[in-house]
């Protein structure tokens, strides 16, 4: 069981806003230890989509966003669109394992 | 072009020992603190080693401490990790990845990934 929670599965609507959580502890997110985010396509390497909790590299749509509140962290996808189906997760730092650290990933359908 | 490529994958009987390769190119490799990812087959990202610019700082996951070496060369733009002590629970995709910052510490994002190389440990 990883120390960063995410749920196993979110599903929306094209067009709709999509929510995934992050839940963490006081060994990473609630020490102030930075979350990003990483979107998995089908087969492919994963990719940095919202680094710091909220900034998005360049080339990432504005339709992604993150967010911190606590021992968690949320991204969002708002105007879902079919290609935006995927693997996505959090990362962050846990000062118990002194490394870093991956939440368990979470699969978005777009239906 | 900005990449990475990794090599040095395959099949290896456990106990076994296999020494991966990460080319790098389009930045100033030794700018920035690189790491390795691995992924088992149809499972979530797990963070393996990180190494600093100058190799000074370099962290493991518990899974793996004891076991495996990361190390670079700067001036040939690679970044290794050899793997001793191979153990079935170590199949997977390992993917070489670069850090955000310049400063590198294991908390920061990574904003460059390779295609990974597979391996397989297996009798």
């Known amino acids: 069981q990883s120390l960063l929670t995410q749920p196993p599965s979110v599903s929306g609507a094209p067009g709709q806003r999509v929510t995934i959580s992050c839940t963490g502890g006081s060994s990473n997110i609630g020490s102030g230890y930075a979350v990003h985010w990483y979107q998995q396509l089908p087969g492919a390497a994963p990719k940095l989509l919202i680094s710091?909790?909220?900034n998005r590299p360049s080339g990432v749509p504005d339709r992604f966003s993150g967010s911190k509140s606590g021992t968690s962290a949320s991204l969002t996808i708002t105007g879902l669109r079919a290609e935006d189906e995927a693997h996505y997760y959090c990362?962050?730092?846990?000062?118990?394992?002194?490394?870093?650290?991956f939440g368990g990933g979470t699969k978005l359908t777009v239906l | 072009e900005v990449q990475l490529v990794e090599s040095g994958g395959g099949l290896v009987e456990p106990g076994r020992s296999l020494k991966l390769s990460c080319v790098a190119s389009g930045f100033t490799f030794n700018d920035y603190a690189m790491h390795w990812v691995r992924q088992a087959p149809g499972k979530g990202l797990e963070w393996v080693s990180a190494?600093?610019?100058?190799?000074?700082?370099?962290e493991y996951a518990d899974s793996v401490k004891g076991r495996f070496t990361i190390s670079r060369d700067n001036a040939k733009n690679t970044l290794f990790l050899q793997m001793d002590s191979l153990r079935t629970q170590d199949t997977a995709l390992y993917y070489c990845?670069?850090?955000?910052?310049?400063?590198?510490?294991?908390?920061?994002?990574?904003?460059?990934w390779g295609q990974g190389t597979p391996v397989t440990v297996s009798s």
């Open positions: 190494i600093n610019w100058n190799s000074a700082l370099i």
């Open positions: 990362q962050s730092y846990d000062t118990s394992l002194s490394g870093a650290l």
């Open positions: 990845t670069k850090d955000l910052y310049s400063s590198g510490t294991t908390g920061d994002a990574l904003d460059l």
């Open positions: 710091d909790y909220s």
